[in-house]
């Protein structure tokens, strides 16, 4: 399956599941900024989690496939549209050769995936297919995809997504009438994003805390796949430290000399010498993916074992799609 | 004066704290120090060598060790406790237990040629005139020190590095570099550096190593890790060629 870019829009990379075995040469992580959209946009041609996928941000893009293409997309930042209508989200689609398919503004959010039936197919760097701009590794050539890029997905399709392909082909259909629901992975309220509080947070003064759980923070215009500037009421150290470079993680909340929050992303630095006052919760994480300049967060705290408890359910959830959906294909 | 405290003398219970789902930090002491360094860097090297179902990865750092694992698996493993956190706690500490009894691995040493000055190394007067030295002495006195590399971190293959002599501390450039070149060896404050990437820099430069700082397709991709020792070794523009022809 192929497709070439048409317009490539502000910042499109392929993204998997991120490197994390290089993490002490301070590779950092990257992959996708919302792990569960680029995972269900897998799922949902019968892919392996671990497969590549096209990170757009914004819409503003267009493809056209140079062959016949199974693909799906998941995630908020734009919508998919064919001959004028709207494609549902989180369900394959088939498209025949010529097809051209626009991204259009999903005011919700900021990130959508692209999966392909097999994968984006770029060289593995580092166990990895991710691209991480600032060093200009992985993806495609270290870069963002540009205007004319030609993309192939990996030849060895699984057996899940050869029966979705023949199935719409035997049916002349677009898509099926399954998809997964997205939405009962979330959380209702997206602006509450739950924390663990970190390892420095007795460094703070208690009436930091506080207003670090009670009050709003807004995403600054300094935000990137490397993290957000979260605009609000600064925090104040009760004690002179300082701290020296210790493994930070995405999700990692930092407060920087002046006490503004730093929320690491996906391409954060591996180390960091700034004290730590909480880290996202890896369920929320993906909400936080979704946040542009100006959105308004709140935080509110559990415990490290809540985290956990939900970080498990999650996993048990999506290897429940992922059963279901093969269990529609293939007879055991 | 006050001793600094040590926690790596009586390492068992380990002050282990949570990063994230999937990752622990171990703290073992406080300062920068070079047998503290040691101790991490044989704790890291056991840990590797006698891992748990689960174990990603560790990262180095000055005074910690960050373990990274896939919850999903510790969950699975029979490693004593209810949560990951004390699973995985429970495992460090039995490594805690082995080390003692072991005797400290010998650290890596690496020579790293540099050719200093001229194009390469443009800022040498600058630092040998804040130093009041010639700038034969600044590549004396960098070639004869010993460093230590502390952690990775910052840039891919960027080494965190101690042991400058201080007669060649120098301020960083008041406007940075929009570009400096990768393997340009540098001198910010009281550290010493090399650049492992082409990127925008402050430092100033003195000179620079042929050799590939970092590699993605290495199967070490980072020349340098946490715990290796190095020290320079001045070569000429024929040399730098000659290596730059093998590599």
Known sequence: ?332 | MIKEERYFRTNIPLRIYGLSEKSVTITFGTEIDNDLLDHITDFNHLLLENSFSGLITTVPAYTNLTVFYDPLIVMLSDLPGEVCFEKVSAHLNKIAAIEKEKSRLTANHLVIPVCYGGDFGHDLLTVARHNNLLETDVIDIHTAGYYTVFMIGFVPGFAYMGGMDNKLATPRKEVPAAKIHAGSVGIAGNQTGIYPLETPGGWQIIGRTPLKMFDANRSQPSLLKGGDRITFKAIDQAEFNAYEMEI
């Open chain 1, 1 to 332: 399956m192929k497709i070439s870019i048409i317009k490539p829009g502000l910042l499109s990379t392929i993204q998997d599941m991120g490197r994390y075995k290089f993490l002490s040469q301070a590779v950092p992580v990257s992959g996708a900024m919302d792990e569960l959209a680029h995972r269900l946009a897998n799922k949902a041609v019968g892919n392996d989690d671990h497969f590549a996928t096209i990170e757009f941000s914004y819409a503003d893009a267009s493809f056209k496939a140079e062959t016949p293409i199974l693909i799906s997309y998941s995630g908020d930042g734009a919508f998919l549209v064919y001959n004028n209508e709207l494609m549902p989200a989180e369900k394959p689609l088939f498209f025949s050769a010529g097809s051209v398919i626009r991204l259009i503004n999903n005011a919700m959010g900021m990130r959508t995936y692209l999966a392909v039936a097999g994968g984006w197919d770029v060289p593995d760097l580092m166990e990895s297919k991710s691209t991480y701009l600032t060093a200009g590794l992985g993806g495609v050539n270290g870069r963002k995809l540009e205007k004319a890029d030609v993309l192939i997905s990996g030849t060895i399709l699984n057996e899940v997504s050869i029966k979705i392909l023949n199935r719409l082909i035997e049916r002349s259909l677009t898509y099926p009438n399954w998809r997964i629901s997205r939405e009962s992975l979330l959380p209702e309220k997206r602006q509450k994003i739950r924390v663990v509080l970190a390892n420095e947070i007795c460094w703070f003064d208690a009436t930091s805390i506080l207003s670090f759980l009670t009050s709003n923070y807004t995403i600054d215009l300094r935000s990137n796949r490397m993290g957000y500037h979260l605009a609000g009421k600064p925090l104040v150290k009760k004690v002179q430290k300082e701290l020296l470079s210790t493994a930070v993680t995405p999700g990692t909340i930092q407060v920087t000399g002046s006490g503004d929050l730093v929320m690491l992303m996906a391409d954060c630095q591996t180390t960091g010498g700034y004290p730590r006052i909480a880290h996202v919760a890896a369920v929320d994480l993906p909400l936080c993916a979704q946040l542009k300049p100006g959105d308004s967060i709140q935080f509110s705290e559990i415990s490290r074992d809540e985290a956990e408890e939900l970080y498990l359910e999650r996993e048990r959830d999506l290897s429940l799609i992922t059963m279901a959906i093969s269990l529609k294909y293939i007879k055991t």
